[in-house]
């Protein structure tokens, strides 16, 4: 059984920080690449930040320079190191791992930022 876990979620202030993690179970993790996405109430889900299995990382120009994606393989785990964090960063955080036509994702993880 495939499993993606979240965490790291919280509240925080403008300004703050927070890393999620997204562990994952199940699958050969090395091989596959990572993606974070946010969901805000009412929007679509939208796509942060993703980083491949060979370790190449690409980000959503509304996090670049502000947000940091990266892998620990030892550990079947990614990180999303977020800095500055701005109210419009509140949203629910999801992973999702992808390998060719496999595709799965975890349950997500809030993150309010305000004050």
């Known amino acids: 059984q495939v499993l993606l876990v979240e965490s790291g979620g919280g509240l925080v202030q403008p300004g703050g920080s927070l890393r999620l993690s997204c562990a994952a179970s199940?699958?050969?993790?090395?091989?596959?690449?990572i993606g974070w996405y946010h969901q805000a109430p009412g929007k679509q889900r939208e796509w942060v930040a993703t980083?491949?299995?060979?370790?190449?990382?690409n980000y959503a120009d509304s996090v670049k320079g502000r947000f940091t994606i990266s892998r620990d393989n030892a550990k079947n785990t990614v990180y999303l190191q977020m800095n500055s964090l701005k109210p419009e960063d509140t949203a629910v955080y999801f992973c999702?791992?992808?390998?060719?036509?496999?595709?799965?994702w975890g349950q997500g993880t809030q993150v309010t930022v305000s004050s």
């Open positions: 999702d791992a992808r390998l060719d036509d496999r595709d799965y």
């Open positions: 980083i491949s299995a060979a370790g190449s990382t």
């Open positions: 199940g699958i050969t993790f090395r091989f596959y690449a």
